[in-house]
């Protein structure tokens, strides 16, 4: 992965609240707070996100893809019709999350692949 630009949370949500929704390799240096965002449709591509919150967020037909999500919050979000494939998930928070029509595919956490079952039983 190779990452073209660092940004801090604070340089993050400048960007979003001037509607941009399509991030590729950016590296986020520090964790923040997104929790109660609409995120509706995003796509994160080959960034890193570590300890994120994204706690209540409308991730609705979001788009993780080979990202690091490593420690990240998605307690409460509504993960529904997004696609999760290729990233980290080690020690992310995935508890009441909604994940119906939810791709989760191709996804490791410490060396082990994880399946859309492995998501199911972590949303509990």
């Known amino acids: 992965m190779y990452i073209e630009r ?5 340089e993050l949500i400048i960007e979003l609240n001037n509607g941009i ?3 590729r390799s950016i590296d ?3 964790s923040g707070d997104l929790s109660n965002w609409d995120l509706q449709g995003v796509t994160f591509d080959e960034c890193f996100l570590t300890g994120v919150d994204f706690t209540k967020c409308n991730l609705k037909n979001a788009r993780l893809i080979a990202t690091n999500l490593k420690t990240c919050i998605f307690q409460d979000a509504d993960l529904t019709d997004a696609e ?5 998930v080690e020690s992310v928070d995935w508890h009441g999350a909604v994940i119906n029509g939810t ?3 191709e996804n490791s ?4 692949m994880l399946s ?4 199911e039983q972590m949303v509990i």
Do not use: K, M
């Not at 660092?6 to 604070?10: H, K, S």
């Not at 956490?109 to 082990?112: A, C, H, L």
């Not at 859309?116 to 998501?119: C, E, G, I, P, Q």
């Open 6 to 10: 660092d940004i801090t949370i604070e």
């Open 21 to 23: 929704r399509s991030f």
């Open 28 to 30: 986020v240096v520090n």
């Open 84 to 88: 999760i494939r290729y990233c980290a």
């Open 103 to 105: 791709v989760f595919e």
């Open 109 to 112: 956490s410490y060396g082990q």
């Open 116 to 119: 859309r079952v492995d998501l």
